[in-house]
């Protein structure tokens, strides 16, 4: 291993020893706490709405503002710590995690918890790309490295399952500000003891910084996935599209300043490694089905069964058990020679079969939701922990920072567009069949239905039916575009394994 203050990586094929090992655990924790901030916040609004009294706009900016810096900085974050180095740069990002945490816990307006939840954004930017890079400069044996990647996506995949069932938790027993207190351990510990563990490694000719990339970067990716984070729930409506649309423009001129410009923020030839550019579109099509997915099931817990928030949560916690064991069969299966190929086209097939056990579901199918869920997430697992091992095994470890943002960005990506289409796959299938003398707020959502149905006898099983309808068809359209995931993986996986 090298001194920590080194700015060179492991000697590849280097087996890494306890000193790695225990990084990793160290690293784990600031992830699993970025990942557990998307959701933490569910059962805690209604104590923050009542103390700190937002405004409707105020409230969605409170929710949705960690989500948007992080996903717009993803990129310009990755490509610092290629250049500054990515343990200065996590430890930066740690401090400043930290010390939002302590503003938006005692926030006492909505102005100053909002504020504080973009500062929490920025400081995920720089964690998230930052582990990711970390542990491959730590473990440059492939059989380690993938073990490590595996641990790595487990517990990004837990912590957001983890985080509303915390937040809920705490609420009952503290005051509101817990559910962002709770950070402080971890990033006190990483801040103690990562620059004792943690090797600093920077690409050693970064060239100069491209600052322009960094506000066309942030214009195409925030439209992008505002617009389509909101169409689920309002629909295609004309400023959606719009966003989106001038999203995916900036985008292109992001992409032409890459490819032209001398010193790009996000180097071209990162998509000339072997198996690079397929692992980015492979990220991004998993976290489309599994976030997809995540529309529907909440909303079945508690509104087609009847669970409370914080008993849904608790029932949601149960599909990601499997996950644990699935990312490590994967890795095994593929040191002991099963091409990756394979594997990871297997990954989307069992994925795809979640999906079509979810759309057997009826409006009494706890347990079926459950396996459907589990089945569904364990694939996932087993598609991204390959993906991002061969993704950062083929990128230069130079660059392991903006691989690992792109990877992420991906994943942004992806998931929102997985809740755009299948969750509008839903909502028509909800609204077509609901009863069109039903008030006009039953035909907007299965919440609004729910609302009124005490002043129209029946509506509420004819909600819960057309919601659940409207699962059945997004879930049959998740299962075709994950089986078509598999045929790309198998058509291009066999190149690069």
Same mark, same amino acid.
Not at 66 to 86: I, N
Not at 133 to 156: E, H, N, Y
Not at 349 to 360: E, K, Q, R
Not at 374 to 381: E, P
């Given at each position: ?6 700015t060179?990586? *492991?000697p ?12 990793l ?8 706490l970025v ?28 929710f ?15 490509s ?13 990002g ?15 307006s ?11 954004? /920025? ?8 582990t990711m ?18 641990? #790595? ?30 950070? =402080? ?7 103690l003891? +990562? ?11 970064? $060239?100069?910084?491209d #600052?322009p990339s ?6 195409a ?6 617009? =389509?984070?909101?169409?689920?729930s309002?629909? #295609? ?8 649309t001038?999203?995916?423009?900036f ?23 072997? +198996?690079?550019?397929?692992?980015v ?19 079945y ?18 599909p990601?058990?499997? /996950?644990g ?5 994967? *890795? ?7 091409n ?45 922990s ?12 130079e ?22 289409i299948? $969750?509008?796959?839903g ?18 959502t299965l ?14 099983t ?13 879930? /049959?359209?998740?299962?075709v575009?994950?089986? $078509? ?6 058509t291009y996986?066999?190149?690069t394994?």
């Amino acid at each position: 291993m090298t001194n920590p203050t080194s700015t060179t990586t *492991t000697p590849a094929g280097t087996l890494a020893g306890r000193r790695e090992w225990t990084a990793l655990g160290v690293l784990m924790l600031p992830l699993l706490l970025v990942s557990m901030d998307v959701s933490v916040l569910y059962f805690a609004i209604p104590a923050i709405s009542a103390d700190l009294e937002p405004s409707g706009t105020q409230q969605l900016w409170i929710f949705d503002i960690y989500g948007f810096v992080l996903a717009g900085l993803l990129m310009t974050m990755g490509s610092l710590g290629d250049r500054v180095g990515r343990r200065r740069l996590l430890l930066i990002g740690a401090a400043a995690f930290g010390t939002a945490s302590v503003v938006a816990a005692y926030a006492d307006s909505a102005g100053t918890l909002i504020a504080a939840r973009a500062v929490l954004g /920025i400081g995920g930017a720089t964690l998230m790309p930052s582990t990711m890079a970390l542990v491959r400069t730590m473990f440059t044996d492939p059989g380690q490295r993938a073990k490590a990647i595996g641990l #790595w996506s487990g517990v990004m995949t837990a912590g957001v399952a983890l985080g509303s069932v915390m937040s809920g938790v705490l609420v009952q027993y503290f005051w509101w500000g817990s559910v962002f207190l709770v950070n =402080l351990p971890a990033m006190a510990l990483l801040l103690l003891l +990562g620059p004792f563990l943690l090797p600093e490694s920077r690409d050693p000719e970064p $060239g100069r910084f491209d #600052w322009p990339s960094v506000p066309l970067s942030m214009a195409a990716v925030l439209p992008v996935v505002y617009g =389509l984070k909101e169409i689920p729930s309002e629909g #295609w409506h004309v400023r959606y599209v719009v966003s989106v649309t001038v999203g995916l423009l900036f985008a292109a001129v992001f992409v032409h300043r890459q490819r032209t410009t001398a010193h790009p923020m996000i180097d071209p030839v990162l998509f000339r490694g072997r +198996g690079f550019a397929p692992s980015v579109v492979l990220n991004l099509l998993a976290t489309f089905g599994m976030m997809g997915s995540a529309f529907f099931t909440t909303q079945y817990l508690q509104s087609v069964l009847g669970k409370s928030a914080l008993e849904a949560a608790l029932w949601a916690l149960l599909p990601s058990v499997p /996950i644990g064991m699935t990312a490590p069969l994967a *890795t095994a299966l593929v040191q002991k020679g099963t091409n990756r190929a394979y594997v990871v086209t297997a990954g989307f097939v069992i994925a795809a079969v979640g999906y079509a056990l979810l759309s057997l579901a009826g409006t009494d199918s706890l347990w079926l939701v459950l396996v459907a869920c589990g089945v569904l997430a364990s694939g996932i697992v087993m598609v991204v922990s390959l993906i991002t091992d061969l993704a950062l095994g083929s990128a230069p470890a130079e660059r392991a920072g903006s691989a690992a943002s792109l990877m992420e960005t991906a994943a942004e990506f992806g998931g929102a567009l997985g809740m755009a289409i299948l $969750g509008s796959i839903g909502t028509a299938v909800y609204r077509h069949e609901i009863p069109a003398s039903a008030p006009d707020a039953a035909h907007e959502t299965l919440g609004g239905a729910l609302a009124v149905a005490d002043r129209v006898p029946g509506l509420a099983t004819a909600a819960r039916e057309a919601f659940t309808n409207g699962m059945q068809g997004a879930a /049959i359209a998740g299962a075709v575009l994950l089986a $078509g995931a598999a045929a790309v993986a198998a058509t291009y996986g066999r190149r690069t394994s």
